[in-house]
C-alpha cells in the first residue's frame, strides 16, 4: 500500500467513523433514559475520555495513529468475514430448514474445503501480523530520547522524576484531588469533565520531544497508561521497564492507573500536560526555584503549630484516603484516632510503622516522604482530633531512624 | 434391549436394593448418573453465586460515585466473582455433563473408578463452602483479581490463604476427576466404538482432561509459592526479597490459558453434537473437527504470555507470542466453518438446544474476533486491562461456555429426567438471555476502547451511560437464569411435563439414545454390540 493510498483510507475510515459514532449515538439514546441529569451535563474531555466515545482516544502521537489506523484495519477485515461467514449461516438457516420443505443432503467431504479454509484463514492472519510487526518493532525502540522521566507507582499516586535532560534533578508526587475522592465517596458526584482525573501536579513535557518513560513501583505493580499517546507500561516493584512517546500536539492527556494494586486502584490518574519547549524551559525554571525554597532542613528545630500546619496537608493528601479525615478509620483500617501507638512518648514505633510499613504491607511503607513530611504528619496524628500528645516529632529523629 | 438394560433395571424400581436411598444415594453416590446430577446442581448452585456478586458489581457501576459497596469490597466481589465462576461454575458444570454423558455415549457401565468419582465431587463442597466463607473472616474475601497476582497477594488478609487451600481442594478434585475421564473414555469403550468414531463430546473431553492434567499442578505450583511467600518467608514473588512478580504471572498463566481451552473444548463438544441433530445431518469434517481440537490444546501452551504484553516482556517475545496466538484463530475458524457446512443443505428444525447452538456460533464468534484484536500486541498495549477484556472474556465464557452447557441441558435433559421441558419456557430463557447478555457485555467493548480500566469501583462520569446500560442488562441476564431454573430446571427434576421417548430428537445419533428415557439407573452393564458407525446397538 503507497503512502497515499493509506491516508485516503485512513480519511475514509474516519469518515466510518464518524458515521457510526452518530448511528451508536442514536442507539445510545435508547439508554439514556437511564442517565440521570447529572450525567447530561458532562461534556467530552479534551486528551480524556469522550462522552460515550466508542472508538480510541484522537491520537496524540504517531504510535497511537499507527494504533488507530490497525485498529480499523482490523475491523474491517473481522466484520467482512463475520458478514460473510454469517450472511451464509442465515442463509443457510431460511432456506434449509424442515419448515419450508428441505431435505437434508449430506454433502461430499473433499480434502481441498478442509484445506481450503484452514489455509485462507492463514493468510489472512499472517496478512495481519506484518503491519502489527512494525508497530511493534517502533513501539518497543526506547533509543535516542530526549528526556528521560522516571515513574514510579505508589499505594495510591504517582511519583515522578526528571532523570536526564532538561528538568534534570525535579521530581514530585501526583495524586488525585483529594475533593473528588470525598465526591466519589459520597455518591453524588459532581458533573465535573474530569472526574477522577484531577491531580495536584500533572506530568509536563515539552511537544515533539521523544520522552523516555521509566517505569517501577514501590509496593505493587501497577500500569502507567495514557490512551492518547497509545502507551501503558506496568509499573513492577524491584523492577525497571520502559516505554516512550513523543507528543505531537499540546494539550493535557488523561489516563489512569491500569493494573489492579489495591482499593484505591480507580483513585489514582495521570495526568501529562504537553507544552510547548519554551513554556517547558519557563516551568523548568520555576519548578527548581520552587523546590530550592522548598527544600526543608530536616537538622532545623520545627514549632508544634508549623510541623501541624503541614502535616495536615500531607495527612489530606496521602493518609485520609484510608484513615479517613476523622481519622477513625474504616472496616480493616486501624482508627488512628485514640491509638496508643500514635500518642505513645515513645515516637520510635510510629516513626517505625512509616519508614517500614505494617500489617505485611496493608499499612504501605512511606519512606519515599522526605523526613520534614514524615514528622509533619506524625505530629498532626499526634495532636488532632481527640490526640493530644502535646509535642512534636522533629525531622531529625527520623532522619536517625532511617539510618 | 437385552444388552442396554441389566435384569434388574428392566423392573422400574428393582434397582434400588443397591442404590441406597435417601441421603445416602448422594453422600455415597458411586453412579455416573447421580454424581453427574451433584455436578450440575453444584455448579448451579455456585453459579447464583457468583451472579449475585456480579450483580453488586453491576450495581456499584450504575451510576459514578460510589453508592452500594465500598472499593475494598468492590474489589473482593470482582476477585470472587471471577474464582467462583471460573472454579466453581464452569469447570464443575462440564464434568457434571462428562459424568452423566461420557458413560452413555461410549457404551461403558460407569466411570472407571466410581469411589474417586464420589470423592472429586465431594471435595468441591467444602471448597466452595470455604471460598463463600471467606466474605466473613477477617478483613473479608481475598482482593487481588481472580489472577492472584503477586504481591498484592502478599497484603491479603488470612482469607488468601484460605482461598489458595479452597484452589488446592479444586484442583486436586479437577485432576482426579481428568484421571478418571482419560482412563473411562480410552479403556471403557463399547467394543466397536474406535477412537475415531466416538462422539465429539468424548473427544474434546479426552483433549480437556489431558490439559487438565497439565495445568492444574502448575496453578497449584504458583498458589503454594504464594502461600511460602507470605507466610513462611520465602521470596519467590516478593521483590522485596529479590523475587520477580513477572515470574508469578508468567507460571499463572501457563495453567491460566490452557485453563481458558479447558472451559471451551466440552462446548466445542456439546456444539458439534447439537448442530448435526438438529441439521439431521453427520457432523462435517469429523476428522478435522478432532484434528482442530488437539491443534488448539497444543497452541494452547505456547500463547500465555500475550496475556503479559505490558509488563513489558522484550520485542521478540512479543513478536513469538502474538503469531502464536494468532495461529488459535485458525483453527478455531475451522470449527466455526464445520458447524455451518454442517447447516448447509440440512433440514433445519429450531428447537431450544437448536437455538442456543447457532446463538453460541454466532456470539462466540464475536468473542473471537475481539480475542483476535487482542492477540495484536500493539493493540493489546491498549486494550490490556480495560472493559474490552472483560467483554472478551464474558463473549467466550459466557455466550461460549454457558451457552453451550444450555443447549446441552435441553438436548440430554430429556433424557436425564424422562420428561420433555416446556418449548415455550426453553425459547423465553434464550431470548430473554441472548437479547440480556448482549446489552451487557457489548457496551463494555466501547468503554475498554475509551480506556476504561477493569477492577474500577468508580469512573469518569463520561463513562456513565454504557455502565448504566450494562448493569441494566446484568440484571436482566441473572433474573433469566434464575427463570430457567424455576420454570425449566424444578418442573423437570419433579416430572412434570410430557413424557419424554427414548429418542426425542429424530435427527440426533449416538448410543445416549438406545436407552430409555429416563436412562435407568444402571445402563451398559454388559457391552453392547454396535453396528458399524458405532451410533447403534445391533441384537
Given at each position: 500500500m503507497t503512502q497515499s493510498d493509506q491516508t485516503e483510507s485512513r480519511s475514509a475510515v474516519a469518515g466510518l467513523a464518524r458515521g457510526a459514532r452518530s448511528a451508536a449515538a442514536a442507539a445510545a439514546m435508547g439508554g439514556l433514559w437511564l442517565a440521570t441529569a447529572v450525567q447530561a451535563r458532562v461534556n467530552d474531555l479534551p486528551g480524556g475520555p469522550a462522552v460515550n466515545q466508542l472508538n480510541f482516544h484522537p491520537p496524540a502521537t504517531r504510535i497511537a495513529e499507527e494504533q488507530h489506523w490497525l485498529h480499523w484495519f482490523m475491523l474491517a477485515i473481522c466484520a467482512t468475514i463475520f458478514v460473510v461467514v454469517f450472511g451464509i449461516m442465515f442463509y443457510s438457516i431460511a432456506k434449509h430448514r424442515r419448515s419450508v420443505g428441505h431435505k437434508a443432503q449430506e454433502l461430499p467431504e473433499p480434502i481441498w474445503v478442509e484445506l481450503g479454509w484452514t489455509i485462507v484463514p492463514l493468510l489472512i492472519v499472517i496478512g495481519m501480523a506484518l503491519p502489527a510487526t512494525k508497530v511493534i518493532v517502533a513501539q518497543k525502540d526506547t533509543s535516542n530520547s530526549d528526556l528521560t522521566v522516571k515513574v514510579v507507582g505508589m499505594q495510591w499516586k504517582w511519583g515522578y522524576e526528571y532523570l536526564k535532560g532538561e528538568g534534570e534533578g525535579i521530581q514530585f508526587l501526583s495524586t488525585l484531588d483529594p475533593q473528588h475522592r470525598v465526591m466519589s465517596d459520597s455518591g453524588k458526584p459532581e458533573a465535573v469533565d474530569d472526574y477522577l482525573l484531577k491531580v495536584d501536579n500533572p506530568l509536563v513535557v515539552p511537544v515533539g520531544k521523544k520522552i523516555r518513560v521509566i517505569t517501577t513501583a514501590n509496593d505493587v505493580i501497577h500500569a502507567w497508561m495514557v490512551p492518547a499517546f497509545g502507551v501503558k507500561q506496568d509499573a513492577i516493584p524491584g523492577f525497571v521497564r520502559d516505554t516512550w512517546f513523543r507528543a505531537e500536539k499540546t494539550g493535557d492527556f488523561y489516563g489512569q492507573c491500569a493494573e489492579l494494586c489495591g482499593k484505591e486502584h480507580a483513585y489514582m490518574p495521570i495526568h501529562v500536560k504537553v507544552v510547548t519547549q519554551e513554556e517547558y524551559t519557563r516551568w523548568v525554571n520555576e519548578k527548581k526555584k520552587a523546590m530550592a525554597a522548598l527544600a526543608d532542613d530536616p537538622s532545623k528545630e520545627w514549632t508544634l503549630a508549623e510541623l501541624k500546619q503541614r502535616g495536615e496537608q500531607i495527612y489530606a493528601a496521602n493518609c485520609a484516603a484510608c484513615h479517613q479525615a476523622n481519622g477513625k478509620g474504616a472496616g480493616s483500617i486501624k482508627p488512628l484516632d485514640g491509638s496508643a501507638i500514635v500518642t505513645d512518648a515513645d515516637h520510635g514505633k510510629m516513626i517505625q510503622i512509616l519508614l517500614n510499613g505494617a500489617g505485611n504491607g496493608a499499612m504501605?511503607?512511606?519512606?519515599?516522604?522526605?523526613d520534614v513530611e514524615l514528622a509533619a504528619v506524625m505530629t498532626y496524628a499526634r495532636n488532632s482530633w481527640s490526640n493530644s500528645a502535646g509535642d512534636a516529632v522533629q525531622p531529625r529523629e527520623v532522619v536517625a531512624a532511617r539510618q | 434391549m437385552s444388552a442396554v438394560l441389566d435384569h434388574h433395571g428392566a423392573h422400574a424400581h428393582d434397582h434400588e436394593h443397591h442404590a441406597p436411598a435417601g441421603w445416602r444415594r448422594w453422600v455415597f453416590a458411586t453412579n455416573h448418573k447421580d454424581i453427574g446430577t451433584l455436578y450440575l446442581l453444584f455448579s448451579f448452585a455456585m453459579l447464583m453465586v457468583g451472579g449475585l456478586l456480579a450483580l453488586g458489581i453491576r450495581a456499584e457501576l450504575f451510576q459514578p460515585g460510589l453508592q452500594v459497596v465500598n472499593p475494598e469490597l468492590f474489589n473482593q466481589l470482582t476477585t470472587m466473582h471471577g474464582i467462583i465462576m471460573v472454579f466453581g461454575a464452569i469447570m464443575p458444570a462440564f464434568v457434571g455433563f462428562a459424568n452423566w454423558m461420557l458413560p452413555l455415549q461410549i457404551g461403558a457401565s460407569d466411570m472407571a473408578f466410581a469411589r474417586m468419582n464420589n470423592f472429586s465431587f465431594w471435595l468441591m463442597v467444602p471448597a466452595g463452602i470455604i471460598l463463600v466463607a471467606s466474605f466473613f473472616m477477617p478483613g473479608g474475601a481475598p482482593a487481588a483479581g481472580w489472577t492472584l497476582y503477586a504481591p498484592l497477594t502478599l497484603q491479603m488478609g488470612p482469607s488468601m490463604d484460605a482461598a489458595i487451600f479452597a484452589m488446592h481442594i479444586l484442583g486436586a478434585s479437577s485432576i482426579m476427576g481428568s484421571i478418571n475421564i482419560i482412563v473411562t473414555i480410552l479403556n471403557m469403550r463399547a467394543p466397536g466404538m474406535t477412537l475415531m468414531k466416538m462422539p465429539m463430546f468424548a473427544w474434546t473431553w479426552l483433549i480437556t482432561a489431558y490439559l487438565l492434567i497439565a495445568v492444574m499442578p502448575v496453578l497449584a505450583g504458583a498458589i503454594t509459592m504464594t502461600l511460602t511467600d507470605r507466610h513462611l518467608g520465602t521470596s519467590f514473588f516478593n521483590p522485596a526479597g529479590g523475587g520477580d512478580p513477572v515470574m508469578y504471572q508468567h507460571i499463572f498463566w501457563f495453567f491460566g490459558h490452557p485453563e481458558v481451552y479447558i472451559m471451551i473444548l466440552p462446548a466445542f463438544g456439546i456444539i458439534s453434537q447439537v448442530v448435526p441433530a438438529f441439521a439431521r445431518?453427520?457432523?462435517?469434517?469429523y476428522t478435522s473437527m478432532v484434528y482442530a481440537t488437539a491443534s488448539i490444546a497444543i497452541l494452547s501452551f505456547i500463547v500465555w504470555a500475550h496475556h503479559m504484553f505490558t509488563t513489558g516482556m522484550p520485542v521478540t517475545g512479543q513478536l513469538f507470542f502474538m503469531y502464536a496466538t494468532m495461529l488459535i484463530a485458525v483453527p478455531t475458524g475451522v470449527k466455526i466453518f464445520n458447524w455451518i457446512a454442517t447447516m448447509w443443505k440440512g433440514s433445519m428444525t429450531f428447537e431450544t438446544p437448536m437455538l442456543w447452538a447457532v446463538g453460541f456460533i454466532f456470539v462466540f464468534t464475536m468473542g473471537g474476533f475481539t480475542g483476535l484484536m487482542l492477540s495484536m500486541a500493539p493493540l493489546d498495549i491498549n486494550f490490556q486491562d480495560t472493559y474490552y477484556v472483560v467483554a472478551h472474556f464474558h463473549y467466550v465464557l459466557v455466550a461460549g461456555s454457558l451457552f453451550a452447557m444450555f443447549a446441552g441441558y435441553y438436548y440430554w435433559a430429556p433424557k436425564w429426567t424422562g420428561v420433555m421441558y416446556d418449548e415455550t419456557r426453553g425459547k423465553i430463557h434464550f431470548w430473554w438471555s441472548m437479547i440480556s447478555f448482549n446489552v451487557t457485555f457489548f457496551p463494555m467493548h466501547f468503554l475498554g476502547l475509551a480506556g476504561?480500566?477493569?477492577?474500577?469501583a468508580d469512573y469518569p462520569m463520561q463513562f456513565a451511560d454504557f455502565n448504566a446500560i450494562a448493569s441494566v442488562g446484568a440484571f436482566a441476564f441473572g433474573l433469566a437464569q434464575v427463570y430457567f431454573f424455576l420454570a425449566v430446571v424444578l418442573p423437570m427434576m419433579r416430572g412434570q411435563g410430557e413424557k419424554a421417548p427414548q429418542k426425542p430428537w429424530d435427527g440426533a445419533e449416538g448410543l445416549e439414545w438406545e436407552v430409555p428415557s429416563p436412562a435407568p439407573h444402571h445402563t451398559f452393564e454388559t457391552p453392547p454390540k454396535l453396528d458399524p458407525t458405532a451410533t447403534r446397538i445391533v441384537g
Open positions: 504501605p511503607a512511606w519512606k519515599q516522604l522526605s | 445431518k453427520k457432523l462435517f469434517g476504561m480500566p477493569r477492577r474500577y
